[in-house]
């Protein structure tokens, strides 16, 4: 996969070289390109903003300076052509897997891409649709992502009436809250996004358990020692039965969500993806203890 990010901070992006992200870029399974929107303004002041037509606070982002930048990176030409991408941080140990040859999942084996589509531009604002477990799973098949982050009061919104042209186009939010801008916003969507493409995380199985998979939150972890400062480890774990501990864990995601976000055990319900255990189990959760 390839991620462009266009935006007013580079330096904002640093983030996205460590840890996992820059493990990926290391495999070859990801390249990232982060590229200084002002490279693409035209006056002395590399004045990227203006005042919004109809009055109003602040500034709006220019139409003139986001089309050539959305153009450019989409084609890889111009200024977007020779910004460097992004190296991992540190030299990560990579240990070779059966499915990767050892060479990392990039271009490896010289396979022929499918059906060239267009990439998928995706616009942080607060105005947007939510971000979602779902969306990441979606997002992490792509070829080619490319995220425009806005400042100010947002950006002229023909650039995105004009974007179609080449991108398919996708306001999203990552929550009900205002952010200055949409960098760190990004930095939240890669990495949801990021850890799910195969070869990614070392162990394969460990997102069939995340919170959202099965549209519950994850419950509680243990870890040694049995005991600790006076409290110990749920039994059952001991119990060496795989069927009785994978009952438990169901029914602490179950008490867990009912909990927290009582609105995704209405979703279960209405999805027809509750069980007769589940109902009966939180039924006698929600009780109050006799
Ligand atoms: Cl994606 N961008 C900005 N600027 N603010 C936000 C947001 C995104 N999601 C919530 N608030």
Not at 138 to 160: K, M, N, P, T
Request: proline fraction near 7%; hydrophobic fraction near 35%.
């Amino acid at each position: 996969m390839r991620i462009d990010v266009v935006t007013i901070f580079p330096e904002y992006l640093e983030p996205l070289r460590h840890a996992l992200l820059g493990k990926a870029i290391e495999k070859g399974i990801l390249q990232v390109g982060v590229h200084n929107l002002r490279a693409w303004t035209h006056d002395v002041h590399q004045a990227v903003d203006d005042s919004p037509y109809g009055g109003g606070p602040g500034m709006v982002m220019k139409p003139g300076v986001w089309g050539p930048a959305l153009d450019d990176v989409a084609a890889h030409t111009g200024p977007a052509a020779d910004a460097v991408d992004l190296t991992s941080s540190t030299p990560h140990r990579i240990t070779p897997t059966k499915a990767d040859g050892g060479m990392g999942q990039g271009d490896a084996g010289g396979v022929e891409k499918k059906d060239k589509k267009k990439p998928l531009l995706v616009v942080p604002t607060p105005a947007g649709k939510p971000f979602t477990q779902d969306m990441a799973e979606r997002w992490s098949a792509e070829d080619h992502l490319v995220f425009a982050c806005g400042r100010y009061e947002g950006i002229d919104q023909r650039v995105f009436e004009d974007a179609q042209e080449r991108y398919r186009v996708e306001e999203v939010s990552i929550g009900d809250y205002v952010l200055i801008g949409g960098e760190v916003a990004v930095l939240v969507m890669a990495e949801a996004v990021v850890r799910l493409i195969p070869g990614v995380l070392g162990n394969q199985a460990s997102h069939q358990e995340d919170s959202f998979q099965d549209g519950l939150l994850e419950g509680p972890s243990y870890t040694k020692p049995r005991s600790w400062r006076g409290l110990d480890v749920p039994e059952v774990l001991f119990s060496g039965n795989h069927g009785k501990v994978a009952q438990w864990r169901r029914e602490q995601s179950l008490e867990r969500t009912l909990r927290n976000r009582p609105d995704l055990i209405e979703e279960l319900e209405r999805r027809g993806d509750m069980s007769e255990a589940d109902r009966t189990y939180l039924q006698s959760a929600s009780e109050p203890d006799a």
